[in-house]
């Protein structure tokens, strides 16, 4: 990956609704050339997709509970962990897995409408999977910071703060 590539990625990771202009403004290149830079990060899948972050605590009852399972897995021959953790993404739950150093071998993340939801996806789905050998399950009570964003409730934070 070249400077230009690396440059590119950081802007768009901070500010993914940057235009191809202002990003070709900041980066001192053409918007012809930013455009078909762009287009070939996406086709080579270094650059996977765009979301926003949001704040469903403000303004809405649209709550969703977050778990973050800590599993320790039986590797399997050939495929290491890829193919449990692959089982595993699978589930439309599942926002997030990591395999970790540690205890554990993976994280996963995943979202349910109420607690009880969450316990019967590790119970019903996750523990049940042949290489899964444990699960510890922890609830996220509230969000503080996600991805250099402070989710902040106090009248003088009320800006979005982005960590450098």
């Given at each position: 990956m070249d400077a230009k590539e690396r440059e590119l990625l950081q802007l768009i990771e901070k500010n993914g609704r940057l235009e191809n202009s202002t990003i070709a403004r900041l980066m001192g290149v053409s918007e012809d050339e930013t455009k078909q830079l762009i287009e070939k990060l996406e086709k080579e899948k270094v650059i996977l997709g765009y979301s926003a972050i949001i704040n469903w605590t403000k303004g809405t009852d649209e709550g969703a509970v977050t778990a973050m399972i800590d599993v320790k897995v039986t590797p399997k021959r050939g495929v290491g962990f890829d193919k449990v953790a692959e089982r595993i993404y699978r589930?439309?739950?599942?926002?997030?897995?990591?395999?970790?150093?540690?205890?554990?071998?993976?994280?996963?993340?995943?979202?349910?409408?109420?607690?009880?939801?969450?316990?019967?996806?590790?119970?019903?789905?996750?523990?049940?999977?042949?290489?899964?050998?444990?699960?510890?399950?922890?609830f996220i009570?509230?969000?503080?910071?996600?991805?250099?964003?402070?989710?902040?409730?106090?009248?003088?934070?009320?800006?979005?703060?982005?960590?450098?």
């Open positions: 589930f439309p739950e599942v926002k997030a897995v990591y395999l970790m150093s540690g205890v554990y071998d993976l994280s996963v993340s995943i979202e349910g409408k109420t607690m009880a939801e969450v316990g019967r996806f590790v119970s019903e789905k996750l523990s049940t999977l042949d290489s899964v050998l444990s699960t510890t399950t922890h009570l509230k969000k503080y910071k996600h991805d250099g964003l402070v989710f902040s409730e106090n009248e003088e934070d009320k800006r979005i703060v982005v960590s450098p």
